[in-house]
C-alpha cells in the first residue's frame, strides 16, 4: 500500500526507488515488480531514508504506567505465522502447515457435532483452553514480509488529529447508534496512547512500528478474555492493540468523508486549488487500510466482537464508496454474516463472563447486521443472508451509550427509567430508539422481501394484506413518542415512519407488476414517500445539519416512487388518454404531481455527492424523471399532416413518441438497483 509523502505525492516501492524507475504505486504489488517476477521484494517503506541500527534495541517499558508494552494485555503472547499476502504467494514459501495458528471453531448450535456431548459435558474442559493457548505460544515466528506490512499501516496513525477531527464533526452530524461516540472516542484514545509511547523521542520510528506491528499480530490471534465486573476502559485496553481496531478506524474516517462537508475535513488547501491530502487521496488510503487490517485478521482465523465491528463499518464505507451495487459491497455483507454466525451474535446466552456494557453492544451490533443485511438485500433484490427464524434477536435497551459505559451506579439508574417493554419513559429519541426500530423495521421487511422475491402467485394479494396487517401490528407496538402524526416535526421519527410507507410501496408494485392490480394505492402510496421525502428534508434543512442517511432516502426510497408518478403522470397526459380503458376514471392531481416532482429533482441535485458510489445510478435515474417533465411541460408542436382515415392516429406523431417512452417507463427497473440499461 503506497503511502503519500511530505509533498503529496505517492512513494514508489523500494524495488522501484532503488532502480530510480517509475512506479505506478498498485497495491499490493506494483505492475513492475509482477513484471519483473520481484513480487517478494515489493514492498512500499513508509520512510525509506531511515536506517535500523545495527542491533537495535527492543521495545523497553518505562517508567510511565501508560507505555505500548503495559497496554497489550498480559496474555497476549500468541504469535501469526500464516501467509496469506500475493507476495509470500509469488515467492512460494510456505511454511510448515502444522504450524499454522489456531482458529477458533465459534459458535455451535444444537445439530453441530458436539450436539450428543453438550448435555452435562463441558465440550471445551479448561485443559483444553489452556492447551489451545500454550500451542499459540509455541507457533512459529511472525512473518516479517507481513509485519512489514502491519508497519506500513500504523504508520498512518501519524495522522490521528486529523481523524480525530473528523470523527468529532461526523459525530455532531450523526451520532450513530451502531457503535457510539464513547465507543469509537475510547478506541481513538487508547490508540493514540499506544502509538505515542511505542514512536515518541524514537530516531528510527520504522523500528518501532515494526515492533508494535508484532505486538498487534500477538493480540490479534490471541482470543479477547472478559469477566463479568470488567470496566469500559479496562476493555479498551484489552481490544485497542489489535489489526481489527485500526481497521474500524479507519473505515469509520473513510466514511465520514462522505458525511462531512468538504470545507469541515480539516484538509490544507494548496493555492492551485488541491490539497495536501485531498479527499479522494484520504478516502483511498483509509480504505486500503482498512482492508489491510481485515486481511490480517482472516489470515489469522480471528473470530472477535472488533471483528464485527470493522467488518460492518468496512461495509458501510465501501456502501458509499463503491455502491451498493458493486459486487465488493455484497462480498463485505457475507463477511459480516459469518461472523456474527461465529461469535453467537444471533442466539446470544447469558454467559456471566460478558460485562453488561458489551453485551448491550453485540445487541446494536447484531441489529446493524441485521438491517445492512435487509437494506442490501432490497436494493440488490436478492434473499437476505441473516433470517430472522433462526435467530433470537434481543432488542437492545433504550439507553444512551453514556449510560451503557457508564459506572454501575450511573447505569443502574437508567435502567429504572425504562418501561416493560425497555423503552424509556421520558420519550428521548436521542438513546436507544433508533436501534429498537430499526429492528422492528427490519423484522418486516425481511416479511416484504418474502412475498416480493417469491416465484408463487397464488394467494398473493391475501399474502400482501397479511404482511401489511403484521406491519401495522409493530407500529402499535412503538411508544407514543415514535408514532407518527402530520404535526410531528423530529427527522427520527419521520424516518422510521418513511421506511413503513416504503415497505408498503414494495408490496404494491410487487402487486402491480404480477397481477396488473392496485394502481390506484400504488400511486398513492409513491405520492406519499414523495411527500415524507420532501418534509424530512424541509425538517433537516431547518436544523442546519443534513443527516447522512437522507441522501440514501432520497435515492432508494424516492427514485423508485418517483417513477412511478412519473409513468403514470405521462400516462395520463396523452391526448387521448380519456379512451384509454386501462387508465381509472379516479381523479389524478396532476398539477401536485408536477409540483412534487419538481421539487424532489431539485432536492436531488441539491444532496447528490458526486463522489458517492451509486451517483451514476441516481443521475440516469434522475434524467428519465426530468425527460418526463419536460414531455409534460413542454411537449413539442405536433407537424401537420393530413387527416388519415378511419380515426386511426398517423404513425411518427409525438403521440407515438410518448407512447413509446412510457413504455420505457413501465419496464423501468427502479426498485432493484434502478438497473439503468439503455440497450
Known sequence: MSLPRRNGQLSSCEPCRKSKLRCDHAAPICTRCAQRNRSDQCVY?????????????????????????????AKSSAVWTGPSSVTLLASAQFPNSSKRPFSGTGFLGPTSYSGAFSAGVDAEPADQTALVKSTLVKSTPIDPQQVSRGAQVLFLL??????????????????????????????????????????????????????????????????????????????LIVVAPRWEVVSVILAFVGAATYQVPQHDLG?????????????????QIAFQGSEACLAFCSSLGTISDPLVWAMVQHTVFSFWMHGTSDHRTWQTLGDITTTVFALGLHQPDTDSKIPFFLSEIRKRTMVGAYALDKDIATFLGRPPRICW??????????????????????????????????????????????ARGNLIVNINRENVLEVSLSHRNDRLEERIQ?????????????????QWTDATEDSDVASLHLDFLYQEFLLLQTLFKRTGNGRDALISKSSEVITILLQMVTMETRSGQVHPSII?????????????????LLRRSQPQAHLDPSIP??????????????????????????????????VKGQKVIS???????????????????????????????????MAFLENFDWEQEMRLTFG
Not at 447508534?177 to 487508547?190: A, Q, S, Y
Not at 434481543?394 to 451506579?409: G, K, N, T
Not at 440514501?552 to 403514470?568: I, Q
Not at 393530413?642 to 406523431?653: D, R
Open 45 to 73: 517503506h513508509p520512510a525509506p531514508m531511515t536506517r535500523p541500527r545495527d542491533s537495535p534495541k527492543p521495545m523497553k517499558a518505562t517508567k510511565k504506567k501508560s507505555t505500548a508494552q503495559m497496554l497489550v494485555p
Open 158 to 235: 501519524e495522522n490521528l488529529p486529523l481523524y480525530d477531527e473528523i470523527i468529532e464533526k461526523r459525530f455532531s452530524i450523526a451520532p450513530g447508534w451502531v457503535l457510539g461516540p464513547p465507543v469509537v472516542r475510547g478506541l481513538v484514545k487508547t490508540i493514540r496512547q499506544i502509538y505515542r509511547n511505542a514512536t515518541e523521542g524514537s530516531e528510527n520510528k520504522y523500528a518501532r512500528l515494526a515492533d508494535l506491528s508484532r505486538v498487534f499480530f500477538r493480540n490479534t490471534a490471541t482470543p479477547i478474555e472478559t469477566h463479568g465486573s470488567m470496566s469500559f476502559e479496562e476493555y
Open 267 to 283: 484538509l490544507k488547501q494548496e493555492k492551485d486549488g488541491g490539497s495536501e491530502t485531498s479527499k479522494e487521496g484520504l478516502r
Open 389 to 434: 427464524r433462526y435467530c433470537n434477536i434481543p432488542y437492545p435497551l433504550d439507553m444512551s451509550y453514556e449510560e451503557i459505559v457508564a459506572e454501575p451506579a450511573i447505569r443502574d439508574m437508567a435502567m429504572q427509567r425504562l418501561d416493560s417493554n425497555g423503552w424509556n419513559i421520558d420519550g428521548s429519541l436521542n438513546k436507544g430508539a433508533r
Open 466 to 482: 397479511a404482511v401489511c396487517k403484521t406491519a401495522d401490528e409493530m407500529r402499535s407496538t412503538l411508544p407514543p413518542f415514535l
Open 552 to 568: 440514501a432516502d432520497l435515492c432508494y426510497a424516492g427514485l423508485p416512487a418517483a417513477g412511478v408518478l412519473s409513468t403514470e
Open 585 to 618: 376514471a379516479t381523479p389524478f392531481p396532476r398539477s401536485e404531481v408536477i409540483q412534487s416532482l419538481s421539487v424532489f429533482l431539485s432536492q436531488l441535485n441539491t444532496f447528490l455527492n458526486k463522489q458517492q458510489g451509486d451517483y451514476e445510478i441516481c
Open 627 to 661: 425527460q418526463v417533465l419536460d414531455r409534460v411541460l413542454a411537449p413539442a408542436p405536433a407537424p401537420y399532416e393530413a387527416p388519415v382515415p378511419g380515426g386511426l392516429l398517423p404513425e411518427n406523431t409525438v403521440l407515438g413518441e410518448d407512447m413509446e417512452f
